[in-house]
């Protein structure tokens, strides 16, 4: 907190004290409340009586003197804190004590006072210290009072700030969400860079729901530090990458509020949420579509530019004509809309509109949603097809919205707003419901002239006779703002429709007799504009209201009469002065605007008829000369000149009988809800007229689609592994770079800054081969490579030698620049792959240029591709299946020569699973030269009999068909990064089983599987295996798929145990002691979170040796260390998808004494395996 | 999104706030208080408020306004729907939704607020994910709270936000296991004074309450699907399934929740249970008026209808009514001019009828409008559409459930115009 902050905060809390000083009298009622009170017996805490047993509980008084100094320290040295009321020394006691109970019931009040919205904040110390406490319920609360008074009090909101960062490491999902939740929520800004990089964590954490709370965290960063944008709209796009239903609702909220206007960021989404929407919570459904609405008025074509086309080929007058149904794009001026039609025709003359597939998508997965029960969703679809659609489909909506029209009363509200704006568009649509809007007494006065209004828009020459019939009922009700909504709407069907303007008039007229005052003065008014159309035939009529003037009293209606007999002063020439004459009589005492339109009336009997009223006419001119009203003066003394004559009476007299008694239009009454749509509809702001803060408007439709390409997500499988397998060694190779960047490793943003790096080195590696034209960008890529260099000089060759131990083909362009041959090989390797990172790169572009280097990264980029055109030109090979197989055979030819040159020390004789002896990625590389299952399964399948079998399906639930699955431990060929599972199926029904086959998987983000080939058949009594691939993504998440046969699905989920998820590497003893001083230097000084050490006491049976090899083998698919010692045992793997270095150690001293150790990056694969690791020793 | 939420009691007392984002002043309610004063009642309050610097979006229900204050540009009904779900946890956990349960569970009512949203946005609102992190209050683990000093907080942490199922919380284990559903159907009419229908739909819903172990994976088929003309689904009901198969087809959330609701197909005539028989005049000269009301059955399938009940709101100008009923008790407020005559069962052979005189003020002119007559009743055991549950089937779990179904047919905003 800087000084001036603490000045400003001292008035603050002293104003508070004076304000619980002189709510003391009134807390005292706060403590019967029941919830402050579950012990009546507490009223002794507030009068802090000595002899209270809590007293003396705690008694030494040290802690409340804590207190006050912790105050002080906060508030400034304030005399007056000794009157601080008791109560919250009692508190502060209580929340100080060692009993959880206490602590509880101490926050309970606390949160209670908060929820009454009294001040609690002079407790802060006192309840930050509890942050760390154990107990949950405690936790809770406190988190609670936290994000409510953190901003108030900063500087001590910042000492809890390390439990918040120890909680995002916690290998509990839940706890990490949660304290990343209250991070993000305490709005203190110096704590903005520790946000930011706990939401880049999070946002590639392997739990969908933390992710999910780094979505929501996003926008609150933003309303905090806006300057953060650009960090932020990384992640959001890496988030909306996200394949989860769980993250995409939040995510595209993050993205409305952070950057609605990076469109681009949804192009190769947009397909992925369209389908994944009717998976997503209800209230993301909302965002994501009102969010889709706007993408595709960008992206798509207006499907009704052929139909109104047409329509205005047919007659100018129907596009314009008041009762048009369908011109969409009325805002604009109308010549430019001749202009851009003319064009349009154009355009369409020369291709036919054919809708976007991608249109169609949208339309065709939103559509099921208007089903949904929450309102807010239906409301949603229904202003995106109204947006959206082709007239011709609209109509479904109707339905749905009237479905609404059944529940409460305010979302009766809100879709009565917006059908009536619809209604005015697309009368036909609501047509076939228009009873549904008939109207019953007991509605609300708001919904009553809401429904009337639709009413209105729905009536038509076919219907008019019925609603009429309606409209006259809602006359007689007793609600008289209604009535005189009702009024306003006959006038405006009698208008529309000229049919019925009789007959509506004579009902008005009708109504003149009425004894309700404001019944007849909501006639005048409306019989007026109507008469306004056709005056002469209606001379009776105005008799009629002339006669009135002596009965309304109502300002309106009498002005409006005066101003019919001043206008239509010819078809009643006898009448006029007559009621003139009355009216000078009453002048004094009239409402203002009665007396304007009795001067105005005065002047045009004046000037028609000034025989007779030329006295009257002056006496009332005389009387408003005085008047005290300064409007009625003016129109006095401007009238006077004008129509009087005098000598020096201007030009403009003359031309008084013109300017007094010009033809006036005729009025035209329409709907208030008219041209409402260019407002998003269901918006607040369609619904308040007026544009609300942050409202986005919807652009119009384009003259010409933008491409469609850029929504093509065509990332071949092999490329995706190529690519991955490719950026996963990065990482695993060069945790120094990620460190640098000040990111841990195991995250996803690491990740991709490494791939950046990686795409540059082969794009380098290229520009020594090829023309060498772009020199500048290569030389600071070769510095930039060469910065990294000289960050780890040191262990660069060992690292080589590991790479090539770990079998995994890599360009290596970077590394050796020196051996010509390496080179040529490695380019060899990486063109085919260049497709893939371009593919990738582009993908990501943003979220490259994360890292601090971001102007480097983007020459790099620049140079990437601009080398990828040439590589294309060059090694054209189209990223097909078939140079898949090409590429596998090169890369095995690669690996099996480093095989044989490097002959690792195969691994001493022990229980290690066998197929240890070929290294996993070799073995992937021999399959990859299409050696099937068959040949290799007899040599690396371990005798089932020592896998755990788990059951997918009971015989009892699957009618008959049982199956069962075990994870193989033998790599997946068609891709190693996939957990090899075995599926044995066993009918034992009487039938056979037909079709066999997997559908329908439900995945968490970034899971893959690879299903088994159909089982045909599978005859009665019978057992078949098969395996198939999953890609977990190193989280123990399960993976839900349905097995289906001929006539069943079934659920069913397999979740793998952490051992299950990694798979053996070869090390020798060094080799596995650098790994791990690497895996504690590079980022134990991060966290140090990556090594886990645990004590343990082994079981009996399982003392020596060869028993906790078998044991930690069987636990997880690891493969021995030799080791010299016979006191210490160790284990290497790697992940399966990331290929995070797994490494485990035992060491056994005397009696069953025993100390674990487990590194590895990826940390909660650590802490689990740890775990798993720990059960099978003991037991 | 949503800023702040404030419930504010029938006087305009402001007895729970709640902030999601930054501190909202309480003064921004002026506005909202303002507006509730000029209404003359409380449904007449605009649900959504402009002010200089706040758009306030409010909802009325069980006699509390809920409150709530937005920022920036959001479509309404996604709040009001929200409000809503509020108002429906607090009646989930507490078995209604008034002022005095609010404050009696003060505490946890702020806990369940901070939970349902994140920064504005809705985080968890199934009631299923809520129960599983804040226990909803129960006699017996109350008193287990007050003698060892726990709380309501889940101990254990929820796993429902991470299952696939949302709306399912994991682990259920019954006894016995069982699945009741209801089908209850309303009618929604206009009559006139004739009698004859000017408007008449059925509107239905399918309230489940299922108590099954496990993951049951649920199937409901109904005899004459056909019927249904427009339906809105829980988030559990699979859509395609439905569009091809015409079966409802779910693994339900534990414990109640609505299924589903329905529109009955316009085409079918909509069957009027019961005729009214009415006659309200006031005399041009004297103040004085008769009221004659008989209620009688008419399409009733052969079931007897029950809980009848009239409700009429008297003109502003009734000073006092003298009526006799044959069946029956009859209330009026005279402060609010409601009459409220509530019949019971409906006996064909001796029809219910409630006559008499009404006084009007003296020199109050004749009321221009007879008032309209509200009408409830009850039919059980019949769904007046006819539409018949088929059969329910379970997979996914082996025990057998108990499963029973139930139809009511109600009238829901049916009204006579006199």
Known sequence: MTPMQKLLQLPVNAMNMVKTAQDQMGQQDEAKSPVMTPDGGNHNWYNGEPNDPRHIRFGSGGGDQEERAHLEEGGGSLSSLVTQPLRHDDLKEMLDSNKDSLKLEAMKRIVAMIARGKNASDLFPAVVKNVACKNIEVKKLVYVYLVRYAEEQQDLALLSISTFQRGLKDPNQLIRASALRVLSSIRVTIIVPIMMLAIKEAASDMSPYVRKTAAHAIPKLYSLDPEQKDCLIEVIEKLLADKTTLVAGSVVMAFEEVCPERIDLIHKNYRKLCNLLIDVEEWGQVVIINMLTRYARTQFLNPNMNESLLEEGGGEKAFYGSDNDDDTDDEEDKEEKEKKKTEATAIVKRKPYVMDPDHRLLLRNTKPLLQSRNAAVVMAVAQLYFHLAPKAEVGVIAKALVRLMRSHSEVQYVVLQNVATMSIKRRGMFEPYLKSFYIRSTDPTQIKVLKLEVLTNLANETNISTILREFQTY????????????????????????????????????????????????????????????????????????????????????????????????????????????????????????????????????????????????????????????????????????????????????????????????????????????????????????????????????????????????????????????????????????????????????????????????????????????????????????????????????????????????????????????????????????????????????????????????????????TKKKKKTTASKPPSKPPKKENKKEKKEMSLLDFDDFDPAPSPSQVTPLNNFLSSSLVTDLEGLSLTDNVLSPTTIIPSGNLKTYELLHRITGEGLSVEYCFSRQPFSPDPHMVAVKIQFTNSATSEAKSLHVEDAKLQSGMRIKEFPEIEVLPAGETVSVVMGIDFCDSTQAANFQLCTHTRKFFVSIQPPVGELMMPIFMTENEFKKEQEMLLQSLGQLMGMNEITEKLTLEEKCQGEHAVVQRVTTAANLSRVPCGSDKECRFAGKTVTSGSLVLVSVVTKEDGAAQLTVNCEKMVIGTMLVKDILQALTQ | MINSLFLINPSGEMFLEKHWKSVVSRSVCDYFLEAKEKALEPEDVPPVIHTPHHYLISIYRDKLFFLSVIQTEVPPLFVIEFLHRVAEMIQDYFGECSETVVKDHMVMVYELLEEMLDNGFPLATESNVLKEMIRPPTILRSVVNTLTGTSNVGDTLLTGQLSTIPWRRAGVRYTNNEAYFDVVEEIDAILDQSGTTVFAEIQGVVEACVKLSGMPDLTLSFMNPRLLDDVSFHPCVRYKLWESERVLSFIPPDGNFTLMTYHVNAQNLVAIPVYVKQSISFFECGSDGRLDVTVGPKQTMGKTVEGVMVTVHLPKTILSINLTATQGSYTYDNGTKLLVWDIGKLNPQKLPNLRGSLSLQAGAPKPEENPSLNIDLKIQQLAISGLKVNRLDMFGEKYKPFKGVKYITKAGKFQVRT
């Open chain 1, 475 to 866: 006359i007689k009700s007793n609600d008289k703002d209604f009535v005189a909504a009702t009024i306003q709407a006959i006038g405006r069907c009698a208008t529309n429709i000229g049919e019925v303007r009789d007959t509506c008039l004579n009902g008005l007229v009708q109504l003149l007799s009425n004894r309700d005052e404001l019944v007849v003065a909501e006639s005048v008014v409306v019989i007026k504009k109507l008469l306004q159309m056709q005056p002469e035939q209606h001379s009776d009529i105005i008799k009629h209201m002339a006669k009135l003037t002596d009965n309304i009293q109502v300002p309106m209606a009498r002005a409006s009469i005066l101003w019919l007999i001043g206008e239509y002063c010819e078809h009643v020439p006898k009448i006029a002065p007559d009621v003139l004459r009355k009216m000078a009589k009453t002048f004094t005492n009239e409402e203002d605007i009665v007396k304007l339109q009795i001067i105005n009336l005065a002047a045009k009997l004046y000037l028609t008829n000034s025989k007779q009223t030329k006295l009257l006419t002056q006496y009332v001119l005389n009387l408003a000369k005085y008047d005290q009203n300064y409007d009625i003066r003016d129109r006095a003394r401007f009238i006077r000149q004008l129509i009087v004559p005098t000598d020096k009476s201007g030009a403009l007299s003359k031309y008084a009988k013109k300017l007094f008694l010009a033809l006036k239009p005729a009025p035209v009454l329409e709907s208030p809800f008219k041209d409402r749509d260019h407002f998003q509809l269901g918006s607040l702001s369609h619904l308040l007229n007026a544009k609300a803060g942050g409202y986005q408007v919807l652009p119009d439709w384009p003259e010409a689609a933008p491409d469609p390409s850029v929504r093509n997500v065509e990332v071949p499988e092999w490329t995706k592994c190529s690519s991955r397998e490719k950026r996963k060694e990065k990482k695993a190779d060069k945790p120094f770079y990620s460190d640098s960047e000040g990111e841990s490793g195991p995250t996803e943003s690491a990740d991709s800054a490494s791939d950046t790096a990686s795409g540059s080195e082969s794009g380098s590696g290229s520009e020594e081969s090829g023309s060498g034209s772009e020199s500048e960008e290569s030389n600071e890529e070769s510095e930039s490579a060469s910065e990294e260099d000289e960050e780890e000089e040191g262990k660069k060759k060992k690292k080589n030698v590991e790479k090539i131990k770990a079998r995994k083909p890599v360009p290596e362009s970077e590394s050796e620049p020196s051996s010509g041959e390496d080179v040529k090989k490695s380019e060899k390797k990486s063109k085919p792959r260049i497709g893939s990172s371009e593919s990738e790169s582009e993908e990501d572009n943003d979220s490259e240029s994360e890292s601090s280097e971001s102007e480097e990264e983007e020459s790099e980029e620049e140079s990437e591709e601009e």
